[in-house]
């Protein structure tokens, strides 16, 4: 439901899921989500999920954030705040936007996963979807970078992966530290941090990167906020129990609590500000969801400003192989602005696609050829 790195970070290629089954799944032998999901009649009664089971726990988490059988479309809306060194924070612009999400869980322990994501900033006033935005701290006016990732799909296994963003010498993250731990063979079995009261299943997903800035300060003065990053996000999810457990049901409704803690992002400008105020952190806390019919989750102005500008962001592509070399947003946006200083390497943008379309709208927009669309 968001433009996050949730799934990004989560997900590995098909190749290496093959791999770590010893190879034994191929093309059709991949048990769809049709036939295990959806081939007992809704509110029929079935085993109970073991969450400490991965592959209860995998098929649980797939029908949450995701759903089987069919496409489902999830919103997110909130605010973000500008924290300054030693100052409060200050609300500065709406976060909002969309995924497209689709789940096949194969019950010998493998979990596909697809989604197309959008993200906007909004007025605090109005929750239009804003094109310019007056940064109050340097009284620049900075062109607004949209967030698109034109299909992001990949396999989750029974085991918690261990992922790697930035350069040589950067550590790799483990999702949801602090509440999954390893066996006595090092490695972290797939057991989410379920919590149960009554009928309400509960659910909290984490994550803490620092990595080396792809947006960096030689190239892109203006935009960097230096040569590391550290952004985090933070998940709190509920769920029916019952809804989760009936395997005659393709999705459950999910609410969740979305907050994010980084750097400032680039279009912000914030290379441009005083050195002490550098430091400055956003935090956002906002609204997550998804599970009623067609588009009945997006926010109204980010629906209509999808349908003017980018219709295809409410659809899913056909196929489980993603070209999409967007990754995470720092690289995102590397590949699409290009270099402020003239003569510096532009190294991201050899991971575009030939020909790609790269961003309907936004300050991305600007570094590919008009008359590709």
């Known amino acids: 439901m968001t433009s996050s790195m949730l799934l990004r970070d989560a997900l590995v290629g098909r190749r290496q899921a093959l791999a770590m089954l010893g190879g034994g799944l191929l093309g059709g032998d991949m048990i769809s989500a049709q036939a295990v ?46 924290k300054l060194p030693g100052k409060r924070l200050l609300p500065v612009f709406g976060y909002t936007g969309t995924g497209v999400m689709l789940a096949e869980h194969d019950p010998r322990g493998l979990l596909r996963i697809k989604s197309r994501e959008t993200g906007y900033f909004t007025d605090l006033r109005t929750g239009d979807i804003l094109e310019y935005w007056d940064n109050p701290i340097t009284g620049e006016r900075c062109e607004v970078y949209h967030f698109y990732n034109d299909l992001i799909a990949g396999t989750l296994t029974t085991e918690v992966p261990k992922f790697m963003y930035g350069a040589a010498g950067d550590s790799p993250t483990v999702m949801n530290e602090g509440t999954v731990f390893p066996d006595v063979d090092g490695r972290y079995p797939f057991r989410l941090p379920f919590s149960r009261y009554g009928d309400d299943l509960m659910l909290e997903w984490d994550y803490a990167h620092e990595y080396t800035n792809p947006v960096t300060p030689k190239a892109w003065p203006s935009y960097s906020t230096g ?77 209509a400003y999808i349908e003017k500008h980018a219709p295809d962001y409410l659809t899913l592509p056909p196929g489980w192989e993603s070209s999409n070399k967007r990754v995470e947003t720092w690289g995102a946006f590397a590949m699409d602005v290009p270099p402020e200083i003239e003569g510096q390497e532009w190294t991201a943008k050899a991971l575009r696609r030939p020909l790609a379309k790269g961003p309907p709208t936004g300050l991305g927009r600007r570094g590919y050829p008009p008359d590709i669309k």
């Not at 726990?57 to 069919?70: C, M, Q, R, V």
């Open 37 to 82: 999901a959806i081939g007992v009649a809704a509110g029929t009664r079935s085993p109970a999920l073991d969450f400490t089971n991965p592959i209860d726990n995998l098929y649980a988490f797939g029908k949450i954030w995701s759903g089987y059988g069919e496409p489902v479309i999830g919103g997110f809306h909130g605010l973000m705040y500008l």
């Open 227 to 303: 040569k590391r990053i550290t952004p985090s996000e933070h998940f709190t999810m509920f769920a029916s129990l019952t809804e989760v457990q009936d395997r005659g049901l393709p999705t459950a409704r999910m609410r969740a609590g979305f907050s994010r803690l980084s750097e400032c992002w680039p279009r912000m400008l914030m290379g441009k500000a005083a050195p002490d105020m550098r430091g400055a952190m956003l935090f956002g806390r906002m609204h997550s969801h998804k599970g009623l019919p067609g588009t009945a989750e997006v926010p109204p102005k980010v629906l």
